[in-house]
């Protein structure tokens, strides 16, 4: 089973608003992944925690809080976000978080107002 | 120069052509070599990955790395319309940031395969 889940699918959120984005993987992968991806562009790294430590914080903006409760969830924390913020938001896991492969999620289609 | 230099497409072929899709890169260190499929609006889908040089053939599927001349390919033979997506290569080498690797995005060829 190489099945990383992700919710919600779509979020539309004012600028106000306070939402979080979760993913889930149960291959007993020791890495975790957010991803940013505007259209017709590649992903771009935000953050990776590795065995539950935020390992690489890809100097995003503190709008964006990650959290990982356990090896197994990884969660994206969302408040005062920006219309430029709208993208599709993708969560990925590895092995061990060095150079191995990553396997993605669906993504969460956020929309910000 | 950029890492990863993947060119964009778009790249229309007939169903039933050989697709060839290509990468080039510029960091030696990369030893990881990934080919992901992603279809409009949904995640990357990892489609073959190679560890080093040499050939991996998963159906009708073939990913070729040539360290040498830092160029890895994709071949998609047969090629169905169900194949149109865009294709990102991604590779992965030795971290500088407390053992995490950073994947590297070619920026994907968008292909379509007409019926």
């Known amino acids: 089973d190489t099945e990383v889940t992700q919710t919600p699918k779509h979020l539309v959120m004012g600028m106000t608003n306070k939402k979080s984005l979760k993913c889930e993987q149960h291959?007993?992968?020791?890495?975790m992944y957010w991803y940013k991806q505007k259209a017709k562009k590649p992903p771009e790294l935000m953050f990776v925690y590795s065995y539950e430590k935020l390992s690489i914080n890809e100097s995003v903006p503190s709008r964006f809080s990650p959290e990982c409760p356990n090896s197994s969830l990884l969660n994206l924390h969302l408040h005062a976000l920006q219309p430029e913020d709208s993208a599709l938001y993708l969560c990925?896991?590895?092995?061990?978080?060095?150079?191995?492969?990553?396997?993605f999620g669906p993504g969460t289609r956020l929309t910000v107002l | 120069q950029k890492e990863v230099e993947q060119d964009p497409g778009p790249l229309s072929v007939p169903e039933g052509a050989i697709v060839s899709l290509n990468c080039t890169y510029s960091n030696s260190a990369f030893q990881y070599f990934m080919w992901y499929r992603q279809y409009s609006r949904k995640g990357p889908e990892l489609l073959m990955y190679?560890?080093?040089?040499g050939n991996k053939e998963d159906g009708r599927f073939t990913a070729q790395v040539d360290k040498s001349s830092k160029y890895i390919s994709l071949f998609i033979r047969d090629s169905q319309p169900s194949d149109s997506a865009t294709y990102l290569c991604?590779?992965?080498?030795?971290?500088?940031?407390?053992?995490?690797?950073?994947?590297?995005f070619g920026k994907g060829t968008k292909l379509t395969v007409n019926p």
């Open positions: 291959m007993g992968h020791r890495a």
């Open positions: 990925a896991s590895s092995s061990s978080g060095g150079a191995d492969t990553q396997y």
């Open positions: 991604a590779m992965s080498g030795p971290s500088t940031q407390g053992g995490s690797e950073k994947l590297v």
């Open positions: 190679t560890y080093s040089s």
